[in-house]
């Protein structure tokens, strides 16, 4: 069974950092490209950041480039997400996922940015 389950999410000031973790299990994750996400209610689901499996190549979205950074550690079998510099646009919600054989979601964690 695949789960994905987040945490690190919660209340940091403008220019404030918080790092996302995403717990996989279930299935082998060094097969699979990782990605956050990101959905603010009534807005699309935008993608954030990537890891390629092998190489662990990252690609961002242009409006985090250069503050967030997108981790993993296959010991731990966990995705990171570092998020530095925080603006108030970044609050929403945040997803991991992954496509195996299926696309999979973890539950989201809150990230509100907010003096």
């Known amino acids: 069974q695949v789960q994905l389950v987040e945490s690190g999410g919660g209340l940091a000031q403008p220019g404030g950092s918080l790092r996302l973790s995403c717990v996989v299990s279930?299935?082998?994750?060094?097969?699979?490209?990782m990605k956050w996400y990101r959905q603010a209610p009534g807005k699309e689901r935008e993608l954030v950041a990537t890891?390629?499996?092998?190489?662990?190549?990252?690609n961002y979205a242009d409006s985090v480039k250069g503050r967030f950074t997108i981790s993993r550690d296959f010991v731990k079998n966990t995705v990171y997400l570092q998020m530095n510099s925080l603006k108030p646009e970044d609050t929403t919600v945040y997803y991991c996922?992954?496509?195996?054989?299926?696309?999979?979601w973890g539950q989201g964690t809150q990230v509100t940015v907010s003096s």
């Open positions: 279930g299935f082998t994750f060094s097969r699979y490209a």
């Open positions: 996922s992954t496509t195996a054989d299926r696309v999979y």
């Open positions: 890891i390629t499996p092998i190489r662990g190549t990252t």
